[in-house]
């Protein structure tokens, strides 16, 4: 049975960090692409950031750019997101979602197993 699990989230304060886990069971986990997504209270679920399977290649969703890292440890079949600068619009639950096709999509309909969310809560 496959089982996403996030952790990481929590209150900050505006130009805080978090970092965001993610823990995959149940899968050979270098096989798949990891992407994190977030959705915002009544807002569609919105692609974050996302990694190849070897973690050769990464993408971010333009306001993240520059302040957000995506990561992967296949040894410990875990994904990570560092989020630095972090600011009031960031604030949404994040999940982690995992997809073994051709690409790491930005598309959500793309991954096929997904966590349960972390909310993350940025105050002005």
């Known amino acids: 049975q496959v089982q996403v699990v996030e952790s990481g989230g929590g209150l900050v304060q505006a130009g805080g960090s978090l970092r965001l886990s993610c823990q995959a069971s149940?899968?050979?986990?270098?096989?798949?692409?990891i992407g994190w997504f977030r959705q915002a209270p009544g807002k569609e679920r919105k692609f974050v950031a996302a990694?190849?399977?070897?973690?050769?290649?990464?993408y971010y969703e333009d306001s993240v750019k520059g302040r957000f890292t995506i990561s992967r440890d296949n040894a410990k079949s875990s994904a990570y997101l560092q989020m630095n600068s972090l600011k009031p619009e960031d604030t949404a639950v994040y999940y982690c979602?995992?997809?073994?096709?051709?690409?790491?999509?930005?598309?959500?309909?793309?991954?096929?197993?997904w966590g349960q969310g972390t909310q993350v809560t940025v105050s002005s």
């Open positions: 990694i190849t399977r070897f973690g050769l290649t990464t």
């Open positions: 149940g899968l050979t986990f270098s096989r798949f692409h």
């Open positions: 979602a995992a997809n073994d096709r051709l690409q790491a999509y930005t598309d959500y309909v793309k991954y096929d197993y």
